[in-house]
T-cell receptor
Framework: DSGVTQTPKHLITATGQRVTLRCSPRSGDLSVYWYQQSLDQGLQFLIQYYNGEERAKGNILERFSAQQFPDLHSELNLSSLELGDSALYFC?????????????FGAGSRLTVL | GENVEQHPSTLSVQEGDSAVIKCTYSDSASNYFPWYKQELGKGPQLIIDIRSNVGEKKDQRIAVTLNKTAKHFSLHITETQPEDSAVYFCAASKGGADGLTFGKGTHLIIQP
């Protein structure tokens, strides 16, 4: 157990729908990162939050949004889902928000869009 | 932005032999190079990392080397064991707000 908790583990939904993925960081970590893993694109960085504020943005689609709450858990919202959004979504956490941080990953949420 | 290339995509070695995975990066400002191991059904797990002020780092059967001039770094696993079978990812970061950029992964298969 890495200490990073992600729910749900598996999610099956239909095109056009909206889902929310949840992440609780490791105790003491202030940063949360979201990554998308698909077979052909590897691990793609989506977005980072540090202590409640957005810190960095990667290849996140406009249909996707995220936030980090005062208790430091984070949610990734995916809307108007398309077949191509089917992937593993990983959350990672780190102590700091800047510099070269050691990331600890959760076990992931597998999203299947039918 | 940073671009990380990783080779090979699949590597099969006999148990007990050594395995080497290589990565190149594009941004000379990158200064942190971690390696992650991902087992089936699990998230990536950090196995070793190196920062740009050192050229080599070892941890038991695992070592990482860094050549800043050539902008490449490698993972070396000696005396491979069945439990080393997994997907290995290299990554690079220059800190700041850019996060980690990952390579596409190497599927390491240890043949008994």
């Amino acid at each position: 157990d890495s200490g990073v908790t992600q729910t749900p583990k598996h999610l099956i939904t239909a095109t056009g729908q909206r889902v929310t993925l949840r992440c609780s960081p490791r105790s003491g970590d202030l940063s949360v990162y979201w990554y998308q893993q698909s077979l052909d694109q590897g691990l793609q960085f989506l977005i980072q939050y540090y202590n409640g504020e957005e810190r960095a943005k990667g290849n996140i689609l406009e249909r996707f949004s995220a936030q980090q709450f005062p208790d430091l858990h984070s949610e990734l919202n995916l809307s108007s889902l398309e077949l191509g959004d089917s992937a593993l979504y990983f959350c990672a956490s780190s102590v700091g928000g800047r510099g070269a941080n050691v990331l600890t990953f959760g076990a992931g949420s597998r999203l299947t869009v039918l | 932005g940073e671009n990380v290339e990783q080779h090979p995509s699949t590597l099969s070695v006999q148990e007990g032999d050594s395995a080497v995975i290589k990565c190149t990066y594009s941004d000379s400002a990158s200064n942190y190079f971690p390696w992650y191991k991902q087992e089936l059904g699990k998230g990536p797990q950090l196995i070793i990392d190196i920062r740009s002020n050192v050229g080599e780092k070892k941890d038991q059967r695992i070592a990482v080397t860094l050549n800043k001039t050539a902008k490449h770094f490698s993972l070396h696993i000696t005396e491979t064991q069945p439990e080393d079978s997994a997907v290995y990812f290299c990554a690079a970061s220059k800190g700041g707000a850019d996060g980690l950029t990952f390579g596409k992964g190497t599927h390491l298969i240890i043949q008994p």
